[in-house]
């Protein structure tokens, strides 16, 4: 009679925990660690650039940019004052780092609206001062500045003078405020003395 084989028992195995955790929880610590880092290393760059302050009402923050020195001033070197002497400094390096500054707020226009400013001024650039040749200065008196724009509107035209006037008066609302506020009154005087022309910018029948 042919006896069959006994059964090997097996020692009992322990359950393994799946690797998918154990994967998921390093990733969350290496997430975590790198987060922290990248938070800590942005505060650094912002200290460094000087992008952590706050400016006061009325200005803006500048933004950092890097000074490139020639080889003339690498070489010749330039003078800055240090405790009251002039001191020839000779760089070392191709360029320095501008940290970025609060500088007052020259300007309420926003990014839209630049682009024409911009046009504003190069027109009015090619013919600056053009108002000076007939006597006209906003350091002037009121009288003397009267009498310079009725020559001006006499050989310009009543509308150019207005016009320009007006243009002038925004361009330095915010970079001359004073001379800025006596082109205007010298705007509506033209407006209030002279036929064809309605105070605020309007325009009637010459």
Not at 142 to 165: C, P, T
Not at 187 to 206: H, M, P, Y
Request: aromatic share 8%; net charge positive.
């Amino acid at each position: 009679m042919q006896q069959l084989p006994i059964p090997v028992q097996l020692p009992p195995v322990a359950p393994v925990a799946p690797m998918v955790r154990k994967y998921n929880n390093r990733n969350t610590r290496k997430n975590n660690r790198g987060a922290g880092a990248n938070l800590s290393r942005s505060n650094t760059l912002k200290k460094q650039f000087g992008l952590d302050k706050e400016c006061p009402p009325g200005f803006i923050l500048r933004k950092p940019y890097y000074k490139k020195f020639k080889n003339t001033v690498k070489q010749q070197g330039y003078l800055v004052q240090r405790k009251g002497q002039l001191v020839r400094v000779r760089p070392q390096k191709n360029r320095v780092l501008v940290k970025a500054a609060c500088v007052r707020n020259t300007s309420k226009f926003n990014a839209n609206q630049v682009n024409s400013r911009g046009r504003m001024v190069k027109q009015l650039g090619k013919k600056r001062g053009e108002l000076l040749r007939f006597g006209y200065s906003f350091r002037l008196p009121a009288s003397l500045r009267h009498e310079a724009l009725v020559r001006a509107i006499q050989q310009m035209g009543l509308l150019n003078v207005y016009h320009k006037l007006d243009s002038v008066a925004k361009i330095f609302e915010f970079k001359k405020a004073e001379a800025s506020r006596i082109f205007l009154e010298d705007r509506d005087w033209i407006a209030e003395n002279f036929e064809g022309v309605q105070s605020g910018g309007g325009c009637g029948a010459l």
